[in-house]
């Protein structure tokens, strides 16, 4: 081969050859994943910011690869959404949060609530609140114990679908929190449409607050804007205690980042639960 100055296949570039057959290896590996529940939640707590009390966990899912680890959501969620999988996936989360809930409040944990995150598909696609109502049933979870997350894309698109969903999950108790906000629409007249209780502010604007003029602008005008429609206000991506207090100050409800801890597995909950009270 050395003497041929060129590749007659070479328009096959390895490169693209591996990343088409990469990715439908990907999508083959995740749906024997969905199958065998291949999957762990990992849980992440939010405290109030004036008194430091717990307040809620947040669950974020991770994928076990059986040749990679434990995979970032950040790498499927987009891949699972296109194929059609993400409504599987966030059904075993929805129930498996649930579970862990309970079980923990039955070990003597605060019964603070439990967040998951729900890609826009569930609300249109998919019977999402008579599969909340069941999964509840199932557990024993109450209602008012189950927070959902949803991006603002997901209300700026929706329609009559979206809407019954909110309502019909509002009317059984359970609470909406918006993800990452403030980085999606300029419009927020979908506040007024929808049943929603929390904003979740961007760890984007967070990173950089006590440095940032801006950004100090940006929180203050979301925290006062939440209070008027008497929405809880959570910050994402807290990671210094100079952030926590500028936060305090600002008068923002509640935060959540590694400062106060990153996302655990689920068996480590309740030890980090007590060291944390008992601090
Ligand atoms: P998100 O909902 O905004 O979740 C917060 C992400 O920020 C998590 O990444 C978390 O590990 C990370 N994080 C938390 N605190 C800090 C901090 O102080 N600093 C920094 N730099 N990062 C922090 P993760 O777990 O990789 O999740 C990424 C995204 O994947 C989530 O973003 C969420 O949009 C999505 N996701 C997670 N779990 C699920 C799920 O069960 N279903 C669906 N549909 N999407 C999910
Ligand atoms: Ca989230
Ligand atoms: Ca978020
Ligand atoms: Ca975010």
């Known amino acids: 081969a050395k003497e041929h100055g060129h590749q007659p296949f070479q328009f096959y570039t390895p490169a693209l050859e591996s990343r088409a057959s990469r990715m439908l290896n990907q999508e083959q590996l995740l749906r024997q994943s969905i199958a065998h529940g291949g999957f762990e939640l990992h849980y992440q707590p939010q405290v109030r910011c004036d008194t430091g009390a717990l307040s809620g966990f947040e669950a974020l899912v991770r994928w076990r690869h059986p040749q990679r680890g434990l995979v970032s959501p950040e790498e499927f ?3 699972a959404e296109a194929r059609g999988l993400i409504t599987a996936i966030d059904r075993w989360v929805l129930r498996r949060a649930c579970r862990e809930a309970c079980g923990w409040y039955a070990q003597g944990m605060p019964r603070v609530p439990v967040a998951v995150n729900m890609s826009a598909q569930e609300f249109r696609h998919s019977d999402l609140a008579s599969d909340v109502a069941a999964v509840l049933a199932e557990t024993g979870l109450p209602a008012q ?3 959902i997350e949803l991006t ?3 209300l700026m698109h929706s329609d009559a679908q979206v809407q019954r969903t909110l309502h019909a999950l509002q009317q059984q108790g359970v609470e909406m929190a918006i993800d990452d906000f403030g980085t999606g629409y300029s419009s927020l007249a979908y506040l007024k449409r929808h049943p929603i209780h929390q904003l979740k502010i961007d760890r984007s604007f967070i990173t950089d607050l006590t440095e940032n003029d801006d950004d100090t602008a940006i929180v203050t ?4 804007m939440a209070k008027s429609l008497r929405l809880r206000t959570v910050a994402e991506g807290v ?4 952030q926590l207090a500028a936060l305090r100050a600002l008068g923002c409800d509640m ?11 689920a068996d480590q909950v309740l030890q ?3 060291d944390y009270c008992h601090k």
């Open 255 to 265: 935060a959540q980042g590694y400062h106060i801890a990153p996302p655990m597995p």
């Open 221 to 224: 005008a979301i925290v006062q």
């Open 145 to 147: 114990l189950l927070h």
């Open 239 to 242: 990671e210094s205690a100079a």
């Open 272 to 274: 980090w639960q007590q």
């Open 77 to 79: 969620v987009a891949l």
């Open 152 to 154: 603002e894309s997901t």
